[in-house]
């Protein structure tokens, strides 16, 4: 299934282009030249997610996002899991494709986990890292887990697959009041059907069944990564991803870090502070 959507080019100014992946159609944009930077968008985001960090750096980097199956503007393949580490493989193929080397990986939310573990054996080519409001280890707040369990229900799998719940009420819940029409369709419209939504609803439960592949990169992150000059973007308001609770481990895994706080943002920091870490990545990888 392929989206029937063609973004706003005044809210979107880049050039779809299309990788056939092994499992299906791949959406991902490619702008700019330079030092490399690949964005991994987080749930239930695509890559419109980045588009004012990408239009503050493409004059000077060569900016990569990608969009995973069943999100954005790809493909929402027969057969295909849509779980994390599927998504993390298909992310491998598309950097193999590109031949991208001496890259800095951003991840966002399940960016963080899908990115780091399709960098982990690519290590020799990753540059840097930079991370915003995400883990790599199994969730274990009480709260997040409550959600977690809630989610796999019958009841609100059927939300997210018949009411768009993840985008009408986690995305929008947050940034409805922020955004134009134009731009909350960007968000609604490439999720259009409960068919469509297949990757939304498997994703959601991945907080409890991707647990193993989160543990594994809990020990795979420090022992492969720790020493990529890291960046921390993070969203001090966030109330799934706490500062209190992730920075302090954020730090103690890489032995090089910086941390930019950003004070009034919340989980989608790219919507909240687009300037501030768009300024952040290129001081510090310049």
Excluded at 83 to 100: M, P, S
Excluded at 117 to 134: E, F, H, K, M
Aim: with cysteine; hydrophobic share 45%; proline share 7%.
């Amino acid at each position: 299934m392929l989206i029937d959507f063609v973004p706003d080019k005044n809210l979107y100014p880049f050039e779809s282009r299309w990788f056939d992946s092994s499992a299906g159609r791949v959406h991902y944009i490619d702008e700019g030249s330079g030092p490399t930077i690949l964005f991994c968008h987080g749930v239930p985001a695509w890559s419109f997610l980045y588009r004012h960090v990408i239009a503050e750096l493409r004059t000077r980097y060569r900016c990569v996002a990608v969009d995973y199956l069943g999100f954005g503007l790809s493909e929402r393949p027969e057969g295909f899991g849509y779980t994390v580490t599927e998504h993390t493989g298909i992310l491998g193929e598309l950097i193999d494709h590109l031949g991208l080397a001496d890259y800095v990986l951003m991840g966002h939310d399940w960016g963080g986990p899908i990115g780091l573990g399709a960098s982990i054996p690519r290590a020799d080519r990753l540059r840097g890292i930079v991370l915003g409001n995400t883990i790599f280890w199994p969730i274990e707040a009480m709260a997040n887990r409550v959600f977690a369990q809630a989610i796999r229900t019958g009841p609100m799998q059927r939300r997210v697959l018949e009411q768009n719940f993840l985008v009408e009420r986690v995305l929008l819940s947050e940034l409805g009041k922020t955004l134009s029409a134009a731009e909350i369709d960007h968000y609604r419209l490439v999720q259009p059907s409960p068919q469509a939504r297949r990757g939304l609803a498997v994703i959601a439960k991945q907080i409890v069944d991707a647990r193993p592949l989160m543990a594994q990169l809990a020990r795979d992150v420090p022992a492969v990564l720790a020493d990529k000059p890291t960046l921390l973007v993070w969203g001090m308001r966030d109330m799934v991803y706490r500062p209190k609770a992730h920075i302090p481990r954020m730090v103690s895994t890489f032995t090089d870090v910086e941390v930019v706080e950003l004070p009034q943002a919340r989980q989608f920091i790219q919507e909240h502070a687009p300037v501030e870490i768009a300024e952040a990545i290129a001081k510090r990888f310049p």
